[in-house]
């Protein structure tokens, strides 16, 4: 049987990738990448620095031109879905028309966790996720003003950076003992903080924020402690959730994400998923995990788009992310999940260059590289292979 039309939902990093993919792997029927967002299909990462510091227009964002949907005949559509209906092939649309399909993608993404506080929706709180949050949040950015950061993930000390970059005076909350605490180790963290109090942010850990106030707009913040502090913004960074409700109701498999194999396969042989909605069990770590990743979305968007038009392909690769704080670029080589040692090469109590070796049972796992290109490079080359590694040739490592 002929196959006429892929439909995409989810104009993100992995449904504009996947489009592009099912060209490229020989796809000739329709392509329709349906996105609830006017503007072209963007970068995100940028959201958090450039573009919220004002170095960028979300056009300089876009992925791709618009020229290359025309010349690739792929249809972008600005619509959410509302219903997904199995066993008729379509969707159904919140302008009330159903778009059947043949293959399906489902690239969603993920949504910001909200607070769920008394005065979390005062006006002036924001979360960051997408070029509106942004726009939103740049309306109320000036010199002097005073902006407080809910959370010390990465997401919230982006933000810092770029909001003390447009002159605000700005406050970070974190819950728990130490920034970054999820991801990274003590030191790591450490360093952060400190160059973080150096650029002029104040960090409080332990902070649990119990109440947000004021008058018609949002004025301070409010923690258990019972402790006030005046806000003229607040941005929350408490994780994500992924997008899985249309899925669910579909009677698709979820397990924090939307489950699929090694071949971006759902439950449902005619559909795929990828990006930060999708759950995939990896053996390199034992268990399944949900890469909130650029890198990561347009690896499985290219096995997806293998999958799609018949042919075997895995997702094998190595996850790998990134973060720019300042002058400060992070980059990170593997999950440092289960460590039982780090080796550190360099001083990461004095340096702005460093890198922290994450080892299980003596076996290079991960590693964060702070402005250090080709430690970066070195341990991907090392944890993908597997390479015998002496701690002794860790600590000798350097910058380029």
């Not at 219903?83 to 399909?101: M, W």
């Not at 399944?288 to 499985?300: H, M, N, T, W, Y």
């Not at 991907?380 to 002794?392: D, F, L, N, S």
């Amino acid at each position: 049987m002929t196959l006429h039309r892929a439909v995409i939902v989810g104009a993100s990093h992995a449904g504009a990738q996947l489009a592009a993919s099912l060209r490229q792997e020989g796809w000739d029927g329709e392509i329709v990448l349906v996105g609830n967002e006017s503007a072209l299909p963007h970068h995100r990462p940028p959201l958090s620095k450039a573009y919220l510091a004002g170095k960028c227009t979300v056009d300089e964002l876009a992925i791709r031109n618009a020229e290359f949907y025309t010349k690739q005949r792929i249809k972008l559509m600005d619509a959410t879905v509302e219903v997904l209906d199995r066993s008729a092939g379509h969707l159904s649309l919140t302008t009330g028309d159903a778009l059947p399909y043949d293959k399906l993608a489902l690239c969603t993404g993920a949504r910001p966790r909200r607070l769920s506080i008394p005065g979390a929706d005062l006006p002036g709180v924001c979360y960051l996720r997408t070029a509106a949050d942004v726009a939103m949040i740049r309306e109320r950015t000036s010199p002097g003003r005073r902006a407080v950061i809910v959370g010390g993930g990465y997401i919230g000390l982006e933000a810092a950076a770029s909001l003390r970059a447009l002159g605000l005076e700005v406050t970070v909350l974190e819950a728990t003992e130490r920034v970054l605490e999820r991801v990274t180790a003590p030191a790591v963290s450490a360093f952060f903080d400190r160059i973080h109090r150096e650029e002029g942010v104040d960090i409080q850990t332990d902070a649990l924020v119990d109440a947000m106030s004021g008058d018609g707009r949002v004025r301070e913040v409010i923690l258990a402690s019972g402790e006030s502090i005046p806000a003229d913004l607040v941005i929350v960074g408490i994780g994500v959730e992924p997008n899985t409700d249309l899925a669910a109701a579909a009677g698709l498999a979820i397990d924090n994400g939307v489950v699929i194999d090694d071949q971006a396969r759902t439950t449902d042989p005619d559909i795929v998923a990828a990006g930060d909605c999708a759950s995939h069990h990896m053996a390199r770590y034992g268990r399944r995990i949900r890469l909130e990743s650029v890198p990561g979305a347009g690896e499985q968007a290219k096995v997806a788009a293998a999958t799609i038009c018949g042919k075997s392909k895995k997702v094998a690769a190595l996850p790998w992310f990134w973060s720019d704080q300042y002058d400060v670029k992070l980059q990170i080589a593997g999950l440092n999940t289960g460590y039982d040692e780090v080796v550190l090469s360099g001083d990461p109590t004095r340096d702005r260059d460093f890198t922290c070796f994450y080892l299980r049972a003596g076996e290079l796992i991960a590693a964060d590289c702070i402005n250090r290109p080709r430690d970066f490079v070195f341990s991907k080359r090392v944890i993908t292979q597997q390479v015998p590694i002496e701690r002794a040739e860790l600590m000798l490592a350097g910058p380029a």
